[in-house]
């Protein structure tokens, strides 16, 4: 008995070793040094997530997850070295990296996360992500200056800090502004306003653009470098309850790793030269759990959870809980759309960018908001106006999920019949941060704008294909000769899809047969034939008669259109002839007015429960549960091209017709642009300083 004692003791020491072992070490927990507190330094932050050993069995277990959940992403082979346009943005051999990270040596966790993280980043595709909730976004990392690209009236570009900077970081960070306001040197000190507006002349003692650029490098997301770039800089979206405002990943970090910024600027009216080194600060992300020291930490944020991995939708355990349902899957948090339940995502397929920063809920200044009230039509992330022109109306659309997908739908059809009705001509789309979402809102949207044609009906989107390696083909051999989902809820059933001529797949076909063999950078892949339309006819009856002409319907945003939303604007340039605008890019760069195509998003999880639902998780090729808190994107559907309809669109080009720049009237105030770009566009009076990238 007292042999079992002392065992138990030894192995209660191990385990507290194992998951704090600084604790165990006698030395100060740099957790519980934190812990509780809603703003800490960078360093602080830093030294608790470097805290944690790397345990072999993570470390192997991640690798072995992302392994094999790659084999499903569609993408891969093409992103080892994409084509032009985008060959120099698009090169990253992730079987190679993971084949190295597996090899590594890491002195924490968190340095061999940070790699993970990183490889996956330099993919820039916003679907194929891997992110850990014990790490990204657990502290974020501001400054109270976001900056801005503005052109002067001779056209020449600078970046400045964002005239609205001290407002919304006053409102935003409360108290904390007094750290920055003290940390301002002599004559600035409890200045902190006066820096409103201020050209930026340096950057850490360079050129402001090579810290844009080396940003470009690591921020993912998207394939374009002009689109990176932006993302550099502050913005605004319209959000599910509100307009936002979005930082800009120089004022707004996932990590903790910046401790300060060295500025030197002049400040508007002033002729003399400034130097001012800022301090990040780090807060609590608000997806983050509380904790109290190391071990509650890593219990409450590390630890694979009841949602991390998938489940069979026919065990008796799910059958039982049909509540959970109505919760958003665990990747939700850091989907770039309003949170959706899983019934709405699993009913209507999605397109969506994911991103470790969570969807901004930082308000965007009343003083920049529209001041005439939306149409009552209005809904969510849809907001219908009318310009002072009373001849041109506008969709501010944030995104294209919304909690109700039928309430959604209805909406951008009286919206829009609305505008009609009250004297608009022409119609501005604002998709400005639009990160996607529903698939078929992207086809509705399209159909209803243009009317009844062949470029509509009965496919007002892009046909698609999807990988077909040996796991994926036999999950719908269960399915169709099994009969494992009788009630059709996996995405791999056959019931879900059309062929190429938009006909409805029968129950029992094979439908992936016959395959579609491509030989990409080298590596020889098996994927479906190809798929047709999924979305008509709508549950809503939409008008015969398109409500605006192409002709007279601007695409505007700042190139940050993703996933479903590029599917809408791609369609709707090559197809109809719709003119795109991009706001605020740098005139020397291609400005892309969309990016990360894709066809259909998923994630780890979701696939996981299409394997376990038909039996398949003891299969060699089957990943296993993750054991951490991590969620791990995919392309899972990939559209076929229009210009080049034998390739993928995700690889084609872009080019907005109007890279149209802001200046300190117009940035970040949504109707003074929405007025700017109207008059330029439809030659109302002689326009501001612009490059033209394609005539129009």
């Known amino acids: 008995m007292r042999l079992v004692v002392v065992l138990l003791f030894l192995v209660s020491i191990a385990l507290n070793a194992a998951t704090n072992p600084i604790s165990a070490l006698g030395l100060p927990d740099p957790c519980a040094e934190i812990a509780g507190k809603q703003w800490v330094s960078p360093l602080a932050a830093r030294t608790c997530l470097s805290s944690f050993p790397l345990d072999p069995a993570i470390k192997d277990n991640t690798i072995r997850v992302a392994n094999l959940t790659k084999s499903f992403h569609t993408s891969v082979n093409w992103q080892i070295q994409a084509p032009e346009p985008f060959a120099n943005d698009v090169h990253e051999d992730l079987y190679k990296d993971l084949a190295r990270i597996s090899l590594q040596e890491y002195q924490s966790e968190f340095e061999f996360h940070q790699d993970l993280f990183h490889t996956f980043r330099r993919l820039n595709d916003g679907h194929c992500v891997l992110i850990n909730y014990c790490y990204d976004s657990l502290y ?14 001779d056209g020449q570009q600078n970046v400045h800090i964002a005239p609205e900077a001290f407002a919304v970081a006053s409102a935003e960070f409360g108290d904390e502004i007094e750290s920055w306001q003290s940390a301002l040197p002599g004559k600035l000190k409890g200045k902190l306003e006066t820096l409103n507006g201020a050209k930026v002349l340096a950057i850490n003692d360079q050129d402001p653009f090579v810290a844009v650029n080396a940003n470009a490098l690591v921020t993912g997301g998207y394939q374009s470098l002009g689109t990176r770039q932006n993302s550099f800089f502050s913005s605004y979206s319209r959000g599910a309850t509100g307009w936002n405002y979005l930082m800009g990943n120089f004022a707004q970090q996932v990590h903790p790793l910046t401790d300060a910024v060295k500025l030197t600027i002049q400040r508007v009216n002033s002729t003399s030269i400034d130097t001012i080194t800022l301090p990040y600060r780090s807060r609590f992300g608000r997806g983050a759990k509380n904790f109290t020291d190391s071990a509650s930490f890593r219990a409450n944020n590390c630890l694979a959870t009841n949602d991390t991995n998938g489940l069979n939708m026919y065990a008796a355990s799910h059958l039982t809980e049909p509540e959970d349902s109505e919760k958003p899957l665990p990747i939700a948090y850091f989907q770039q759309q309003p949170p959706v339940s899983r019934k709405e995502a699993r009913r209507h397929p999605m397109n969506v960018l994911v991103d470790a920063l969570p969807l901004s809920d930082i308000d965007l200044p009343e003083t920049m908001q529209p001041t005439e009230p939306a149409l009552n039509e209005s809904y969510s992330v849809a907001q219908f106006y009318m310009l002072a022109d009373n001849t041109t109306g506008v969709l501010a659309l944030g995104s294209f999920s919304a909690s109700n997908f039928s309430a959604f739908q209805h909406s951008l059809l009286d919206g829009l019949v609305k505008l009609k009705s009250s004297g608009a001509t022409r119609l501005l789309v604002d998709v400005t941060n639009n990160g996607g979402g529903y698939i078929c809102i992207a086809h509705w949207l399209h159909r209803i704008i243009i009317g009844s044609k062949s470029t509509t009906e009965p496919q007002a989107g892009l046909d698609t294909i999807t990988r077909a390696g040996p796991l994926a083909q036999l999950i719908v051999q269960r399915i169709v000769q099994d009969g494992m989902d009788p009630d059709k809820l996996l995405y791999y059933n056959p019931t879900q899809w059309t062929n190429a001529s938009n006909i409805p797949f029968t129950p029992g076909t094979d439908w992936m047969k ?11 892949d098996l994927f479906s034939q190809r798929l ?33 939303c590029s599917l809408f604007s791609i369609t709707m340039s090559k197809l109809e002839g719709v ?14 007015y969309c990016g990360v195509v894709g ?7 979701t696939i996981d429960t299409e394997i376990k639902s038909t039996h398949l998780k003891n299969h060699t090729l ?8 991590i969620v791990q994107g995919i392309t899972w559907r990939l559209g076929y091209g229009i210009n080049n309809p034998n390739e993928p669109e995700e690889w084609q080009d872009h080019p907005a017709d109007i890279n149209f720049p802001l200046t300190m009237d117009t940035v970040n105030r949504p109707v003074a642009i929405w007025e700017a770009v109207t008059n330029v566009v439809f030659k109302s009076f002689t326009p501001p300083p612009l490059v033209v990238q394609n005539e129009f």
């Open 514 to 524: 016959p395959l579609t063999e491509l030989k990409t950078n080298g590596h020889e």
């Open 532 to 564: 047709g339309q999924e979305c008509q006819p709508f549950d809503v009856e939409p008008p015969r008669k398109g409500l605006f002409k192409a002709k007279d319907v601007v695409v505007i945003s700042n190139g940050r259109c993703a996933s479903s």
């Open 622 to 629: 089957a990943p296993p549960d993750l054991l951490s808190n």
């Open 579 to 592: 003119r795109t605008v991009v706001v605020g890019g740098k005139h020397d760069t291609p400005q892309q």
């Open 140 to 153: 974020i990392s501001y400054l109270p200056t976001p900056l801005t690209l503005l052109t002067s009236p």
């Open 599 to 605: 066809g259909q998003s998923t994630d780890f999880s």
